[in-house]
């Protein structure tokens, strides 16, 4: 018992020390504090609340910033914007939902905005300095009738320069470009698609969202009007070099309108190409310079790609392909009609089989093989360099390299000429060695055999 109202008097004695020590304090600084206070207005200790406008305060400390007016501004204004903020949200019947980081974000991009339409408008209204402190306050207000007109104004303006593109995407696709009609619109819905992920009221919001559907329709609509104005058939004379040309292919589904501007590629479903050209100068067209065909035919496919942004993509209708692709055009070969003549500067083993390889390509190609001795458009030679040693034990052991060279012997001018790779080979005998040497120098090659070809196909008497 007598152990207890020790500790009680302690406590005491504690309260009591405790208690003396903060009236000392409130009679001193206390006071000085309490009689600043009363000399701030009343918007520092409350934010004023107001229907007809928003209100924002700023404080900083002078100590710590040199421009503390307009750092102070900036944090009025932020408090204005979020207000504005909760505004829109809490009067939305949309389901939409914000993180606090994709908050600030938004909070921070409409504050530093200098022209934001969001707070043009906006007033000081007063300013106060805590001389005991250095803290300076700053009150502006928006009026809400202000705000109102600016976003009204804003949108405004914006709808009527995303029916001007939609008006001039419309025109332009009217005149065959459609290329640049397709970019127009792609433009409007990537401004549309930023402005939505903006902070934007309710009723803005379903105008955008109308604004860019009806730019998706027109967009999916022009797409959906590209179509392929070829025949089936054609044919190609090699020897005369005359190029095939499909002119104003691409035309419009409805009114048959040329177009022009997309990007073209080519496919082959049958045989090769080794050599061709669009043409945009005066029509669209394609020009074929070098088949390979097989059997004489030569199957092909011509595709336009309308290029949009994968944000775009994903926006259009699945049923939208923004590749569209002609049917398969049958073009008939007539081969070249030239003579040729295969050689080799020296008699080398295994050099029939060799030259039976390039007679499998040049017979595909329509060329006729005469004697070296007869007149002849080409010369074709194959020179081996290196040498092939017997081995111990019977094998032979190859370290070639190739020279394929084409001579033009109308205009006495070498048209191809090509040194392939050494190739190490064993094998039983010579001829086998040297064979299996060559297929080896040509498969580490793969520029021989396309170089090759397409100096064929390219020749022009």
Wanted: charged fraction near 25%; aromatic fraction near 10%.
């Amino acid at each position: 018992m007598r152990k207890s109202w020790k500790t009680l008097k302690t406590v005491t004695s504690i309260k009591k020390a405790f208690l003396i020590l903060g009236c000392l304090f409130f009679s001193s600084d206390g006071t000085q504090v309490w009689a600043q206070l009363r000399k701030a207005p009343s918007w520092v200790r409350k934010v004023p609340i107001n229907d007809d406008a928003f209100y924002g305060v700023g404080m900083v400390s002078m100590k710590d910033y040199s421009a503390y007016r307009a750092k102070a501004r900036k944090i009025a204004l932020r408090e204005i914007v979020e207000k504005i903020f909760v505004s829109i949200n809490s009067s939305s019947s949309l389901e939409t939902t914000y993180r606090d980081d994709q908050v600030d974000y938004l909070l921070n991009e409409t504050v530093s905005i200098a022209s934001s339409n969001f707070l043009m408008g906006h007033k000081k209204v007063s300013e106060w300095i805590d001389k005991r402190k250095d803290n300076y306050y700053v009150l502006f207000r928006l009026d809400r009738s202000t705000y109102q007109e600016n976003r009204k104004e804003y949108f405004d303006s914006f709808n009527a320069v995303i029916s001007l593109i939609q008006k001039e995407a419309q025109m332009l696709f009217d005149r065959g470009e459609i290329g640049r009609s397709t970019t127009k619109l792609s433009q409007a819905i990537e401004k549309l698609d930023q402005e939505i992920n903006r902070l934007v009221e309710p009723e803005y919001s379903i105008q955008l969202q109308k604004l860019k559907l009806e730019s998706i329709y027109e967009l999916e609509r022009q797409i959906d009007q590209i179509a392929f104005n070829v025949e089936k058939e054609y044919n190609f004379n090699a020897t005369h070099r005359e190029p095939l040309v499909i002119e104003n292919f691409l035309i419009t589904k409805d009114s048959k309108v040329p177009l022009n501007g997309l990007d073209l590629s080519l496919k082959v479903l049958q045989g090769d190409v080794f050599r061709y050209s669009f043409d945009h100068e005066n029509h669209e067209a394609l020009s074929i310079y070098g088949l390979f065909p097989q059997k004489g035919v030569a199957v092909i496919q011509i595709m336009v790609e309308v290029m949009l942004e994968d944000d775009v993509k994903s926006a259009l209708s699945p049923a939208v392909e923004s590749t569209v692709k002609s049917g398969p055009i049958v073009i008939n070969f007539t081969p070249y009609n030239l003579t040729f003549a295969l050689n080799s500067s020296t008699s080398f083993e295994g050099e029939e089989d060799i030259f039976n390889f390039f007679r499998n390509i040049t017979n595909d190609l329509g060329l006729v093989e005469v004697q070296e001795n007869g007149m002849v458009d080409l010369k074709i030679d194959i020179k081996p360099v290196g040498n092939v040693k017997k081995q111990p034990g019977g094998h032979y052991l190859s370290d070639l390299t190739f020279e394929v060279s084409i001579l033009d012997t109308k205009n006495e001018r070498s048209i191809f000429r090509y040194s392939l790779p050494r190739a190490s080979v064993k094998a039983k005998n010579r001829d086998a060695t040297v064979f299996q040497s060559f297929s080896k120098a040509t498969n580490l090659s793969d520029q021989f055999l396309q170089g090759f070809i397409t100096a064929l196909c390219t020749i022009h008497f």
